[in-house]
């Protein structure tokens, strides 16, 4: 591999020097560095970010739902620099969790999937409020968290936190809300543009977008594209990479931890404090679009946790029996509250 290529690759510019170049060279060259062959340095195969396309693409197809859905994807990806330094900026914060709504059901943690408790068109609630917001509508990962603590999907009080030290300028008036929608019409010429509006009539000077289930991922993904080609900055705080990555986005923090749990792990205020300083300093610090970094932090010491999800090699024909069955029980169930909704 070329040092042309390599810069290609990653998708930003960046000015290698010699000794760079020649780290590049010797480790693409097929020859085995002494760190490499070091039987301590080894891990499971299994220990990357799960590539949650090929699980879902898999898992809906065993389950006899045909052919596959098609995931967002662009080439060109927009970017607009952070104006001014994060303490003297003001933010706003995005996110795919859903408002309690105590008539719809189970809704705390470990529920299972409710799409009764979906929301379906962009809210707004006072950024200096308390709210109670739930994920039991969104496909987070129920087999390895709990989602009892809101902080690890919604990191206002993080960002409340760094506000009153100075590290944040401020926020807006309102943070918001962005329904998951698997169609992406709908949250390109509907959903997004109705955020833009809000985020500019709150004065912010950038977003950060915080996603739950696979489909959030797009959709927050969509949504840091639009606001960037209209001026304003964001940064994706998000647990599938490969989905983030897939569409496009200028800016995004990837956490190698269960779904649900971007903002850092549940009931572990030093994890999440040091997710939101990572994800602030990628958005000042990115030097162009496909900027991606990984948060050093890890779930577990065992990663076969990463095994689990969407996993069609674990599943019996009974389970898969029963998960269609529920699945399109969920889908009549979310159906009628669109039309509700919209009537």
Known sequence: MSPRHFTRRIG?????????????????SGKVTQAEDHEA???????????YLTRIRSYYQTLGYGKPYVWA????????????PVADSRLTLITTAAPYQPDKGDQGPGATYNAAAKFHSVFSLPSNSSPDLRISHVTYDRHHTTAEDMNSWFPLAQMNRLVANGEIGGLTRSFHGVPTNRSQKTTLTR????????????????????????VCHQTVSLTARHLEAN??????????????????????????????????????ESSQALTLELALKVLAAAPGPRTSVQSPQRWSGDPDWKMD???????????????????????EIAKRERARTAS
Request: net charge negative; hydrophobic share 40%.
């Open 12 to 28: 930003i510019p960046i000015h290698l020097t010699a000794a760079t170049v020649s780290m590049i060279s010797s480790t693409t």
């Open 231 to 268: 001026g304003i900055p964001t940064i994706v705080m998000a647990c599938a990479k490969d989905i983030v990555e897939h569409v496009g986005v200028p800016r995004l923090l990837f956490s190698d931890f269960p779904l649900g749990n971007a903002a850092g792990r549940p009931h572990d």
């Open 309 to 331: 999800f969407y996993n069609v090699e674990r599943l019996s024909q009974d389970e898969i029996k029963r998960l269609r069955e529920d699945f399109d029980r969920q889908k």
């Open 41 to 51: 340095d080894k891990v499971p195969t299994h220990d990357v970010a799960i590539p």
């Open 73 to 84: 994807h662009y080439r060109e990806v927009p970017f607009t620099p952070l104006s001014k």
């Open 191 to 214: 959903d997004a543009p109705e955020i833009l509006r809000r985020v500019k009539d709150d004065d912010a000077d950038a977003a950060i977008l915080v996603p739950n289930c696979p």
